[in-house]
């Protein structure tokens, strides 16, 4: 005969003489221990953390490709515009009105980013984009009028003007602008004469995470340097042929 009594097993052998002998021992223990509850905490936190971190892997990396891709479309633009705009890339000396071959404004780096348009306390886009500033001839075709009172040299400046809104629109930080590194002045005195390949980038701060930095760019570290942009870039350009051979 076996019963339980406060968690042991007790069991009754009968005895020659009426005799009663009980002996005990131990059952085994049912449930879980808090000590497996703490090791599945543990591995749930570690499998947490991976996952996030992951997360956090992916967003970066979308974040990263939406912006090369807006950055892509910007450079394509400017590019685009300064290819259009022929007139003013085949300057000399004969053009009417006279145009200063020693000033291209495509080139000029206070035309891109309202470097001429002082300080702001919103975005730059609410502050530059949302009106076209007193300081900059209004050349965007609105009703087909105000685009033919623009003279090359105003549209130009119109064109990174421009750009510099769609980079706005992207990111407070975006540089743009266009560059000649291997220009040879001409006898005349003109720093990017016709037929000058121009190099039109759109540049952005680097990603740094788990404080590895992003393998650097030669080429953009050439054209940032050659701007006098300070700080870690990424970037995408593209080479424009302009002048008589311009495509």
């Known amino acids: 005969m076996m019963r339980k009594i406060n968690g042991y097993s007790q069991q009754k052998h009968q005895k020659p003489g009426n005799s009663i002998h009980i002996t005990s021992k131990p059952s085994k223990q049912m449930g879980v221990g808090l000590i497996e509850i703490l090791i599945s905490l543990f591995v749930i936190s570690i ?10 892997t992916v967003s970066t990396s979308n974040q990263d490709a939406y912006v090369k891709s807006q950055a892509t479309i910007i450079n394509e633009s400017l590019a685009d515009r300064i290819r259009i705009n022929r007139q003013y890339q085949n300057r000399g ?5 006279p ?9 000029t780096l206070d035309n891109y980013n309202f470097r001429n348009n002082g300080d702001c306390s919103k975005t730059e886009f609410e502050c530059f984009c949302e009106n076209v500033p007193q300081n900059i001839v209004n050349c965007r075709d609105e009703g087909g009028a105000d685009a033919q009172l623009c003279t ?12 510099s809104c769609m980079a706005a629109a992207v990111m407070d930080d975006m540089e743009v602008g266009a560059v000649a590194l291997n220009a040879i002045p001409a006898a005349n005195g003109d720093v990017v004469p016709p037929n000058t390949t121009l190099t039109v980038y759109v540049a952005w701060p680097a990603t740094i995470w788990k ?26 350009y593209m080479d424009v042929i302009v002048g008589d051979l311009m495509l």
Not at 93 to 97: R, S, W
Not at 99 to 107: F, Q, V
């Open 211 to 236: 404080n590895l930095d992003k393998a650097v760019n030669e080429m953009c570290s050439d054209i940032l340097d050659e701007q006098g942009i300070v700080g870690d870039y990424e970037c995408v």
């Open 93 to 97: 000396d004969n053009t009417l009105p």
């Open 99 to 107: 145009i200063d071959g020693t000033d291209n404004a495509y080139t």
């Open 152 to 163: 090359p040299v105003q549209s130009a400046v119109f064109d990174a003007y421009e750009v």
């Open 47 to 56: 499998g947490l953390l991976g996952l996030v971190g992951l997360q956090f």
